[in-house]
């Protein structure tokens, strides 16, 4: 009786079973091809950075290394001041990041708990303003920051960050705020805080997942940014890393190994902050979805 009772639970059992394989299958399946697809790139980009510079340009192209040259990359960094372009862009992009956190931090708890007239046209703005191309701004703010007296000087590249932070990051910010009950804005203010004792004690060390990936996109944003930096700069001893790779292109020809090599080591501050971030990362996106069992009142 108890096989008999037991034998139908056990076959749909090992129904389940095969069923969820066959789906893993398929998924990994069309998983990995994706990735090993999306890896290219930068897999080239290492073979190319271990080979003469004649064998790169070899056809067809081939993945395979016979004689390693490990020496391009101290040639690399050699050749021309790849220190000098890191050591910019990490002036640059911190000075950069630890604005936008702050200031779009700021506004994100404005829109979100703050009551004042012409919020959510405020918002609305911040909205609209993602949808602008940056290519349309250029002329205009380089027109004002040469008023200014900006041009050749890194506060061009600095300053905009510390106005708001990006639209998007306040987007995020003011998203993830109003997923924390009023309950906390209001305990703040029976024990005497301000709003800003509130923003700054109460509801900020709250928002670590925003404020983390506020950082990591800001970091990539401002570490790979090219086109600002062209423009706003002249001499090539302030060169962030993203403008002085474009000078392994000369007219004496491209060093495309070296080029190779000197794009890996300018990734790697990229992936060592990825890395670090990585566990806060979907949770801070998570909040950008509606999901109205998470919304909180309006103040």
């Known amino acids: 009786m108890l096989g008999t009772d037991t034998a139908p639970g056990g076959m749909v059992g090992v129904s389940m079973m095969r069923r969820n394989f066959a789906r893993d299958v398929f998924i990994y399946g069309a998983i990995v091809p994706l990735c090993a697809f999306a890896m290219l790139p930068l897999i080239w980009a290492g073979i190319s950075a271990l080979k003469p510079l004649e064998d790169v340009y070899v056809f067809p192209p081939s993945f395979s290394v016979s ?22 862009s ?22 979100a708990r703050l009551a004042f007239r012409g919020r959510k046209l405020c918002f609305a703005v911040v909205l609209v303003s993602m949808l602008i191309p940056t290519q349309v701004l250029l002329i205009p703010r380089f027109l004002l920051y040469d008023v200014l007296g900006w041009i050749d000087t890194y506060k061009p590249l600095i300053v905009p960050a510390w106005l708001g932070g990006g639209a998007f990051n306040v987007f995020l910010f003011r998203q993830f705020f109003r997923t924390i009950p009023l309950a906390m804005d209001e305990a703040a203010c029976l024990d005497g805080a301000t709003p800003w004792q509130t923003y700054w004690h109460v509801l900020l060390p709250i928002a670590r997942p925003a404020t983390v ?22 001499d090539f001893t302030t060169y962030p890393i993203s403008v002085g790779l ?31 971030c990585e566990r806060h990362i979907m949770q801070g996106l998570g909040v950008i979805r509606a999901d109205g069992r998470r919304e909180v009142q309006e103040p």
């Open 67 to 88: 004689d390693p040259q490990w020496s391009n990359f101290y040639e690399a960094v050699t050749r021309l001041p790849i220190c000098r372009f890191l050591l910019n």
């Open 246 to 276: 474009r000078m392994y292109q000369s007219l004496a020809g491209t060093w495309a190994n070296l080029l190779m090599a000197a794009s890996l080591i300018a990734l790697v501050p990229v992936a060592v902050v990825f890395l670090l």
């Open 90 to 111: 990490t002036l640059i992009t911190l000075t950069s990041v630890m604005g936008a956190v702050l200031t779009s931090s700021m506004a994100g708890f404005a829109l």
């Open 213 to 234: 990936t506020a950082f990591l996109l800001s970091f990539v944003f401002h570490w790979q940014d090219f086109l600002d930096p062209l423009i706003y700069l002249s």
